[in-house]
């Protein structure tokens, strides 16, 4: 699998347990986007320090080539990934918590 391939399934099987499985539906709240507005730039920030640096280096067959901030955009869809799970499962174990 490519890197595109893994980023965009790791990106819909986020997605539908933000819906299905933890039920917590944060794509739709304010709250979600405006951390995310926060965590962007700092993500644009670091993906352009690593890939100018040569930190991380990508092989183009791997990726679609669009690039921004010196990084894919496979990048930010898979870091997009990471903090929509992250949360969705944050909120998910804090109502099962006050369930209890």
Do not use: C, H
């Amino acid at each position: 699998m490519t890197y595109t391939e893994i980023t965009s399934l790791a990106l819909i099987l986020v997605v539908l347990s933000d819906i299905f499985l933890f039920k917590t539906s944060l794509l739709t709240t304010r709250a979600f986007w405006a951390s995310y507005a926060i965590i962007l730039p700092f993500q644009l920030l670091t993906n352009s320090w690593l890939t100018t640096r040569e930190v991380v280096i990508y092989d183009a067959t791997q990726i679609m080539g669009w690039r921004i901030a010196g990084a894919p955009i496979e990048d930010l869809l898979f870091g997009f990934a990471m903090v929509v799970g992250f949360l969705a499962y944050w909120e998910f174990r804090k109502k099962r918590a006050n369930v209890a």
